[in-house]
């Protein structure tokens, strides 16, 4: 069965630090994707990333960044130079990929709430 | 720039009712989901559709049921509201082969008295 697990459950730092925010997932396919979920307090859920599980390469965009390890099932998401805005529940998530490459329902982990103080 | 629509956005039930949440996309996607959120339990699937009057159960089905007779609608019915249920309720759309993954409604918040 697939799995999802974020084991911080909350997390708090101070305006400018760097905090990486941990997900490690359990599945029996080959082939899947990995994404990343940002929820601010207004409640929307907004996409950050989708990984293919072919491509390991790390992922910069701005302050965000990724790393995907398969030899350690991990999928973690680093923010540097955190501001409040950040502040937010962050889902990552893992989708098995079907014949033809469509992708099928989302398995989300538990999320990890960032608080980032002035 | 909704192409996904959830109504209604607030719901006050009372125990033993049932509920129809609606789900409306203009983005002609195949795939449709809905999904409910609870502290501590992240968005949990509850039944999904990969086409018109196909539809299939997720990890949390029990006391719910779906219908999707238009591509553009997906309905999740609360047969017989629990307390249980007080949820915060998301749907969600996918094209099967979409780089951008999932697009998500607004949810629907549902209260259960």
């Known amino acids: 069965a697939q799995k999802v697990t974020q084991a911080q459950t909350e997390i708090s730092v101070v305006e400018k630090e760097d905090v990486t925010l941990d997900c490690v997932y359990e599945t029996r396919d080959t082939t899947y994707y990995l994404f990343w979920y940002k929820q601010p307090p207004s409640g929307e859920l907004v996409f950050l990333i989708r990984?293919?599980?072919?491509?390991?390469q790390n992922e910069i965009s701005g302050r965000y960044s990724w790393n995907f390890q398969k030899s350690t099932s991990s999928f973690n998401f680093t923010i540097t130079a955190s501001q409040v805005v950040d502040s937010a529940v962050y889902f990552c998530a893992l989708s098995e990929v079907l014949y033809g490459g469509a992708t099928n329902k989302l398995i989300f982990g538990t999320g990890t709430l960032l608080a980032v103080q002035p | 720039d909704a192409g996904i629509t959830q109504s209604p956005r607030h719901k006050v039930t009372e125990t033993g009712t049932p509920v129809t949440l609606r789900c409306h996309q203009t983005e002609n996607h195949r795939y449709m989901y809905w999904y409910r959120q609870d502290p501590g339990h992240g968005l949990r699937l509850i039944h999904y559709?990969?086409?018109?009057?196909?539809?299939d159960k997720g990890e949390v089905s029990d006391g719910y049921s779906v219908s999707r007779s238009k591509t553009e609608d997906f309905l999740l019915t609360l047969e017989s509201a629990t307390s249980s249920q007080t949820s915060v309720y998301f749907c969600a759309i996918s094209e099967p082969e979409g780089a951008d993954g999932y697009t998500f409604g607004s949810g629907t918040r549902l209260t259960v008295v």
């Open positions: 990984r293919n599980s072919f491509d390991e």
């Open positions: 559709s990969y086409g018109v009057k196909d539809t």
